[in-house]
Nanobody
Framework: QVQLVENGGGLVQAGGSLRLSCAAS??????MGWFRQTPGREREFVAA????????YYADSVQGRCTISRDNAKNMVDLQIDNLTPEDTAVYYC???????????????????WGQGTQVTVSS
């Protein structure tokens, strides 16, 4: 049974950093990514990695202050976001897929498996 479990959410002050972790069990995936969602808005892409080709993708909103990384031995994916702002406040979701096409990687429609989500709140 496939399961994705996120950890690392919480309350952070603006300007600080946060590291989210996602542990996958049941199998490995070609692509793992992070999305976030705020009330009343659609789930939006944050970052993803397609490990078969060594590619990483970032949303413009986090480009330059975000790093997605993978621990193959632990089957985990981490997301580090620096210089946080209140606009980063959201529920963050880990997602996994066998897709590799960029259109699918950047869209929530391209992912078959999702974690429960972890709340990140950035205070000003």
């Amino acid at each position: 049974q496939v399961q994705l479990v996120e950890n690392g959410g919480g309350l952070v002050q603006a300007g600080g950093s946060l590291r989210l972790s996602c542990a996958a069990s049941g199998r490995t995936f070609n692509t793992m990514g992070w999305f976030r969602q705020t009330p009343g808005r659609e789930r939006e892409f944050v970052a993803a990695g397609t490990w078969s080709v060594g590619s990483r993708y970032y949303a413009d909103s986090v480009q330059g202050r975000c790093t997605i990384s993978r621990d193959n031995a632990k089957n985990m994916v981490d997301l580090q976001i620096d210089n946080l702002t209140p606009e980063d406040t959201a529920v963050y979701y880990c997602a996994a897929s066998d897709s590799s096409g960029i259109r699918l990687v950047l869209s929530s429609d391209g992912y078959e498996y999702w974690g429960q989500g972890t709340q990140v709140t950035v205070s000003s």
